[in-house]
């Protein structure tokens, strides 16, 4: 049970002082061409205004220079730490490193590609002060093909009727969370990890703000087709049973339409004195009901699958360097 007394107790890195007001998560994997970008941007913002700004890193990996990329930041602003994971660990892993490790009253996660534009923050910013304690966005409009425009509509309907709380439509994970909430994510022990998918179950007050999704600045996209739909897998199958459920109805849609052709034989056989066609009949059958096994024993090998992984107990990530906690 999560008690808020014990919020100090979430994280990795735990400091007495909270020491920023607002903290920024980017997780990245080979991003050394948009790093600069991102830094200079997302300062530009918050120029002239009085928030007191950090950053944490999130190195997934990556083997194109771009943790040499951020040590040259750092150089110059104390403000930017890094965390270097000791391999490529996922996107998932890497949120929730960035999220283990930041201090902050309110973090705010996006992506190093720039898709999530930095200036939309000063609005989540404002509310985050009128009492909301997680602020998502909302993509309107996407700037990408038509099949994976597609594909997000259709995975956040799916999963907006299977959950049993409220999860947001075309809310990914660039959002603003308040340090309570984060200490609560932080405290949830599964390895699986959906980030935006814990943040809408633990409830609290939530919004969410319209933003037009840039498409990516300079790079490749590091999400490839297989991992959208491991991604998206997770998600259905750790918030909900409905795939279950799913496999239940389809092993009894199966036994009903056999039921009915053996109705159609006995028919047939003493009104219509016909014979249906024997080894096409049987085969169309037996191919039929041994497809149907094999996705009843796919959906439920997925749900096994997930159990082996977190009995396993082995943490999301492993961290290989932390730059910046030299005096903690």
Not at 28 to 57: H, I, K, M, P
Request: charged share 25%.
């Amino acid at each position: 049970m999560y008690d808020r007394s014990e919020r100090k107790k979430a994280g990795d890195l735990t400091v007495k002082k909270r020491e920023k007001t607002l903290g920024i998560v980017v997780p990245f994997l080979n991003e050394a061409e948009n790093l600069q970008v991102l830094y200079r941007r997302t300062c530009a913002v918050f120029d002239g205004l009085e928030e007191d700004v950090s950053f944490v890193f999130v190195d997934d990996g990556s083997t194109d220079g771009s943790f040499q990329c951020l040590e040259e930041i750092r150089k110059k602003d104390s403000n930017v730490r890094i965390v270097r994971l000791s391999r490529n660990f996922g996107h998932q892993a890497a949120v929730t490193a960035g999220l283990n490790h930041i201090d902050a009253d309110a973090v705010v996660v996006m992506d190093a590609d720039l898709q999530d534009p930095p200036e939309v923050i000063p609005e989540m910013m404002e509310k985050w002060r009128e009492g909301f304690q997680v602020v998502y966005g909302v993509r309107c409009k996407r700037k990408e093909n038509w099949a994976k425009r597609a594909s997000y509509f259709l995975f956040y309907r799916i999963m907006e009727r299977i959950v049993d709380f409220s999860f947001p439509l075309d809310a990914g994970d660039f959002a603003l969370i308040d340090r309570e909430i984060v200490d609560l994510m932080n405290q949830l022990p599964e390895k699986n990890r959906f980030v935006r998918g814990l943040r809408s179950w633990v409830g609290f007050r939530q919004i969410g703000i319209e933003y037009e999704r840039d498409s990516r600045s300079a790079g490749t996209p590091k999400y490839s087709i297989a991992k959208l739909f491991k991604l998206a897998l997770d998600g259905l199958v750790a918030y909900s049973s409905a795939p279950l459920r799913l496999a239940n109805w389809i092993g009894m849609g199966s036994a009903v339409v056999g039921f009915l052709y053996f109705i159609y034989i006995i028919v047939s056989k003493i009104f219509l004195k016909t014979n249906p066609p024997g080894w096409t009949s049987l085969a169309v059958i037996v191919l039929f009901l041994g497809g149907v096994q094999l996705i009843v024993l796919g959906i439920i090998g997925e749900y096994i699958s997930r159990i082996f992984e977190e009995t396993k107990q082995r943490p999301s990530y492993i961290v290989a360097e932390r730059v910046g906690w030299d005096n903690e």
